[in-house]
């Protein structure tokens, strides 16, 4: 059932922006070559993004854990 969701995704995805590229420009061309790139670039900043959520998560995790540690030598733990 999850790829036919993905897949049913994807489909609509293309189809989104195909008709906005469509709609800005009323070229077929564009609206293709739109609905082909797009979904390419969005990849890679998803990529880069969920990169960065991780670096920024590890930092909290540290973050949190240097602030556990200093109230254990205030006697907190």
Do not use: Q
């Not at 989104?16 to 800005?24: E, P, Q």
């Not at 790139?37 to 590890?58: D, G, Q, R």
């Amino acid at each position: 059932m999850d790829i036919a969701k993905t897949a049913t995704f994807a489909v609509v995805h293309f189809s989104v922006a195909f008709a906005v590229g469509y709609a800005l420009t009323g070229s077929v061309a564009i609206g293709g070559l739109i609905a082909l790139v797009e979904p390419m670039v969005n990849t890679v900043a998803f990529y880069l993004h969920e990169k960065a959520w991780k670096l920024a998560s590890a930092r909290a995790d540290e973050t949190k854990a240097k602030s556990a540690h200093g109230l254990c030598g205030l006697g907190y733990c």
